[in-house]
């Protein structure tokens, strides 16, 4: 699986990004995802998760994203978005996209990361 990022960059506080990551690969490649997601990583602090996006529809948010962040996908293109609104500064931090796959024959799941995307809110 390869993951293609785009949409980072420097706003100002109060402003708004989107986020896109593409997966692609050979069929045997992007068949059995289980979830999409972003994660995002601060000088200095661990990665933690953003949001993330099952096969099945369900989201998850970090609690300081709630409400101004929102995920979503096209299953058709193997994308997802990460729509980012009311950007604080503390949300500064390289966002990484993250796949996960399940292992076939196997209960065990493997991630995959794109090269990650740098966003940057200015106060």
Same mark, same amino acid.
């Given at each position: 699986?390869?993951?293609?990022?785009?949409?980072?960059?420097?706003?100002?506080?109060?402003?708004?990004?989107?986020?896109?990551?593409?997966?692609?690969? &050979? #069929?045997?490649? #992007?068949?059995?995802?289980?979830?999409?997601?972003?994660?995002?990583?601060?000088?200095?602090?661990?990665?933690?998760?953003?949001? &993330?996006?099952?096969?099945?529809?369900?989201?998850?948010?970090?609690?300081?994203?709630?409400?101004?962040?929102?995920?979503?996908?096209?299953?058709?293109?193997?994308?997802?978005?990460?729509?980012?609104?009311?950007?604080?500064?503390?949300?500064?931090?390289?966002?990484?996209?993250?796949?996960?796959?399940?292992?076939?024959?196997?209960?065990?799941?493997?991630?995959?990361?794109?090269?990650?995307?740098?966003?940057?809110?200015?106060?």
């Amino acid at each position: 699986v390869q993951l293609v990022e785009s949409g980072g960059g420097l706003v100002q506080a109060g402003g708004s990004l989107r986020l896109s990551c593409a997966a692609s690969g &050979s #069929i045997f490649d #992007i068949v059995n995802i289980n979830s999409m997601g972003w994660y995002r990583q601060a000088p200095g602090k661990q990665r933690e998760l953003v949001a &993330s996006i099952t096969r099945g529809g369900r989201t998850d948010y970090a609690d300081s994203v709630k409400g101004r962040f929102t995920i979503s996908r096209d299953s058709a293109k193997n994308t997802v978005y990460l729509q980012m609104n009311s950007l604080k500064p503390e949300d500064t931090a390289v966002f990484y996209c993250n796949v996960r796959k399940q292992v076939p024959g196997t209960p065990a799941e493997r991630d995959y990361w794109g090269q990650g995307t740098q966003v940057t809110v200015s106060s």
